[in-house]
Each structure stands twice: as structure tokens, then as C-alpha cells.
């Protein structure tokens, strides 16, 4: 793993992207298509978080994890640990998906992100925060996995979870926390999300039967989307157990 000086970053010659995000401040490099992360140090709660972001970054370095999980290339310090920089995927976030492929090749986008999903929890890595900004779709309409320091890694926690999942544990009177189980539940409900490009706590049954007249494969779904609708799904299955190609 390489190691950058924060005080050697040339800032003229990058961009800033305006990115939502509670944790860090954004950088591309236009030229060399490199994505900057540079962490908040404001308060003391910060220090802890910057450590074990920074476990999470050595361990990932130290062997070959999931080839669609993009892994910091190095470490930003000033002197200490305050930053990453890792390649920029060109591309979309899943959430515009809609705006360039068909329902068809959505479908087979989100099996395969599922088909990842259940390879990367094998590596004992929980996402927790998985929404559709930390998944990308590049120009070939292969995914990627994005924000890796945000997951929770070999036991090491996870700083936060997605907001469709904290929404439906509250439904549910259940802990907000991330779990594989979780993971599976919140890319359930994110993938029916985006394939009646509705939010998910707001598809009513007619909704989702109308969608399910042109989305046939939809019929496959129909189950796991009235049970989640109605209480917390103990043992979810992933969604290409459900769809198969």
C-alpha cells in the first residue's frame, strides 16, 4: 500500500465533488481518475473512527479480497492517518440504472450484484451501509462495491448502516445493526425499490402487481415483498435464490 503526504497533494488539480457525506470531504483527480477521501478530524469520536478505517485499509491490502470490492490503493497522512485514494469508477450509482438499461438488464445487473453479495459476505464482510450510491455501474455494466472502509470487516464494526435498512429495523422494532441477514433484507427491498422506481415503504400491493404485468420475473418476488412489508424476515434469502436467470 502506497503513502501519500497530504502535504504533497496538489489541490489545484483536483475536483471536488459535491457528495453528501457525514464523514469526509471528496476529491477526483480528472487526469489520473483518482478518487481522494480526506476524513473529518473535528471531534473525538473522529480519532477512533480514523483507526479502525485504518485496520480495515491493512487488512484489505493484505490479500486479494472480491474483485468488484474497490480497495484504497493508499493512505493519505498528516502525519497520521486522514485520508485514502482509490480509483474512480466511470459510470453510474445504481440508482440511475432506469436512465440507461432496460427492466431486463437491471434484472440481470441486480443478480449478479446479489451473486457478489453472498461471495463477499463467504469473506466474512458485512456491507451495512448498502444503498445505491456505494454501488456503481461502470461504462460495461459491471458493478462495483464502493466506501469499503464503511463495512464492517473480519469483526471490525461498521460506522453506520443505509437508510432504508435503519427504517425498516425501526419499523420492525428491531436493534439497528448491520448483519448478513440485514445485508440480504435492505438489497431485497433496494432492488424492488428500483425496479418499480418507487421508494420501497411507499409500493402498495397494486403497485406492485401492475409492475409485476411487465416485469414478470417480479411473480418470484411477490412473497418476500409482502412478508417484508409486513414484519422482520428472520432468515432472508438472497435475490438470485429467488430469480433464477
Known amino acids: 500500500m ?9 489541490f489545484n488539480k483536483l475536483k471536488r465533488l459535491n457528495v453528501k457525506s457525514y464523514e469526509c470531504e471528496i476529491y477526483l483527480d480528472e487526469l489520473e481518475r483518482k478518487i481522494y477521501k480526506l476524513f473529518y478530524t473535528t471531534i473525538a469520536s473522529d480519532a477512533y473512527e480514523l483507526t479502525l478505517k485504518l485496520k480495515k485499509l491493512e487488512i484489505l491490502n493484505m490479500k486479494k479480497f472480491n474483485s468488484h470490492i474497490i480497495v484504497p490503493d493508499s493512505k493519505i497522512v498528516d502525519p497520521s492517518f486522514v485520508g485514502t485514494r482509490e480509483d474512480y469508477i466511470e459510470g453510474i450509482d445504481l440508482c440511475d440504472a432506469k436512465d440507461k438499461y432496460s427492466d431486463e438488464q437491471i434484472l440481470k445487473i441486480l443478480l449478479n450484484v446479489s451473486k457478489n453479495i ?3 459476505h463467504g469473506e466474512k464482510i458485512i456491507i451495512s451501509d448498502l444503498n445505491f450510491g456505494n454501488i456503481r455501474i461502470d461504462d460495461k455494466g459491471i458493478h462495483h462495491f464502493i466506501d469499503a472502509l464503511s463495512y464492517n470487516i473480519k469483526g471490525i464494526p461498521a460506522n453506520t448502516i443505509s437508510l432504508i435498512l435503519s427504517n425498516y429495523l425501526k419499523k420492525h422494532r428491531k436493534k439497528v445493526k448491520g448483519s448478513k ?4 433484507i435492505a438489497f431485497l427491498m433496494l432492488s424492488i425499490q ?3 422506481d418507487k421508494y420501497f415503504f411507499d409500493i402498495t400491493d397494486y403497485d406492485f402487481e401492475k409492475a409485476s404485468e411487465t416485469i414478470t420475473k417480479l411473480k418470484c418476488l411477490e412473497e418476500i415483498f409482502y412478508d417484508l412489508q409486513s414484519y422482520y424476515v428472520d432468515d432472508a434469502p438472497y435475490l438470485h435464490e429467488l430469480i433464477k436467470e
Do not use: V
Open 2 to 10: 502506497n503513502c501519500i503526504n497530504y502535504n504533497e497533494i496538489d
Open 118 to 120: 453472498k461471495e463477499i
Open 181 to 184: 441477514n440485514n445485508d440480504k
Open 194 to 196: 428500483l425496479l418499480l
